[in-house]
């Protein structure tokens, strides 16, 4: 079974920075894609980047502004935020998929973790 905790979530100014961490219990994560999703108030949740092995993908409206990185030896995936925007105010989740191969839909992930709160002032 595959655990999933996220940590790292606050509250920043406009601007600012903040990095997510995920750590996983259970099988490596190298070899199954990992991705972190966001949910705001009101809003369905929505795909934010994912990685697998070197390949990383983000949405379009975080691009430039966040990455996403593993750390093996440690188990755990990192989105580093900068430059944060008021909209991107949100629970942040980790979740892994079970099946290989990428994926930006949250149905195809099979562990979540319980999520982290970011909120960005203006």
């Known amino acids: 079974q595959v655990q999933l905790v996220e940590s790292g979530g606050g509250l920043v100014q406009a601007g600012g920075s903040l990095r997510l961490s995920c750590a996983a219990s259970?099988?490596?994560?190298?070899?199954?894609?990992t991705g972190w999703f966001r949910q705001a108030p009101g809003k369905e949740r929505e795909f934010v980047a994912s990685?697998?092995?070197?390949?990383?993908y983000y949405a379009d409206s975080v691009k430039g502004r966040f990455t996403i990185s593993r750390d093996d030896a440690q188990n755990t995936v990192y989105l580093q935020m900068n430059s944060l925007k008021p909209e991107d105010t949100a629970v942040y989740y980790c979740?892994?998929?079970?099946?290989?191969?990428?994926?930006?839909?949250?149905?195809?992930?099979?562990?979540w973790g319980q999520g982290t709160q970011v909120t960005v002032s203006s």
């Open positions: 979740a892994r998929r079970a099946q290989f191969g990428m994926s930006i839909n949250s149905y195809e992930y099979d562990y």
């Open positions: 990685i697998r092995r070197g390949d990383a």
């Open positions: 259970g099988r490596s994560f190298s070899s199954y894609a």
